[in-house]
Each structure stands twice: as structure tokens, then as C-alpha cells.
């Protein structure tokens, strides 16, 4: 598999746009996201496999109208270098930027979620004896 990006429009490759440098973030394939032009997964596509910090390097407009997360969690951004408005993304179709509660189809930078492995507590208490789920969590030797 290859490392990175591709652009592509209606299914054509751009091999010379796989040679741009590689994205900041390495390249998994356990994670791979899919941004669309237009709504219902029409028009120019940009695959993901890693971090993008700025889709307009990568010949990509930051016009996303629909969004298909192949693999993994992501987080999408509404400016470049994973800042501004954040996104997160899991697995499945999002035919227009209503679905990931977009208020407009500006988006311009993402990167996959890092996942942490437990065991986690809050206030001391471990989580399963408290019911309650990730938010607030800490993980054990952490401050």
C-alpha cells in the first residue's frame, strides 16, 4: 500500500500528485478517510491515509460536501493546520456537511484519532464502577 494521499476525479489517478511531500502525520492503513467535492460522494475526492494539514497542498479545494470514513476515527478541521472548528468522525457515509454538523462545506485539514488503552478511572474510582463513559476519564499514572 502506498503511503499518503491520492487525489482522484471520477475514479482517474494523478500520479504526479503522490509525489508532493509526504503528510506530517505517517501514513496507516488502519485509517483512511475519503473527502468528496460534492454532495452525495460526487465530484473530485481526496483519500486520506494519515494526517492532512492542508488539503490545497494536496490539489484539493477546502469545498467538502461529503465525507466517507473508510477506517478509523477521525478529527476534521475548518482550517488548515488542524485548527479552527473541529469534526470528529466515525466509520460510515456522510452524504453533505449536515450529517457532521457543519453550518457550511469549509473544511481544510484532518488527521486520524490516537486511541489510548485503559485502565482508566475517574475521581479514583474505576470506570465500570461509576457507569460513566469516556469523557472525564483518565488514564492511571496520569495527572
Known amino acids: 500500500m502506498q503511503q499518503g494521499w491520492v487525489l482522484v476525479s471520477l475514479e482517474l489517478e494523478f500520479p504526479q500528485m503522490k509525489e508532493k511531500a ?16 460534492g454532495k452525495h460522494f460526487t465530484g473530485w475526492k481526496l483519500e486520506v491515509f494519515g494526517g492532512c494539514d492542508n488539503f490545497q497542498d494536496r490539489g484539493f479545494m477546502n469545498r467538502v460536501n461529503s465525507i466517507r470514513v473508510e ?25 453533505d456537511f449536515f450529517r457532521w454538523n457543519g453550518h457550511n462545506d469549509h473544511m481544510s485539514s484532518c488527521r486520524p484519532v490516537g486511541m489510548v488503552s485503559g485502565p482508566f478511572t475517574l475521581g479514583g474510582l474505576p470506570a465500570e464502577v461509576t457507569g460513566v463513559g469516556w469523557s472525564g476519564l483518565v488514564r492511571h499514572g496520569d495527572k
Open 71 to 95: 477506517s478509523g476515527a477521525w478529527v476534521c478541521f475548518e482550517h488548515p493546520d488542524f485548527r479552527g472548528q473541529q469534526f470528529i468522525l466515525e466509520h460510515g457515509d456522510y452524504p
Open 22 to 37: 509526504p503528510d506530517p502525520v505517517p501514513s496507516n492503513p488502519a485509517f483512511q478517510i475519503t473527502l468528496y467535492e
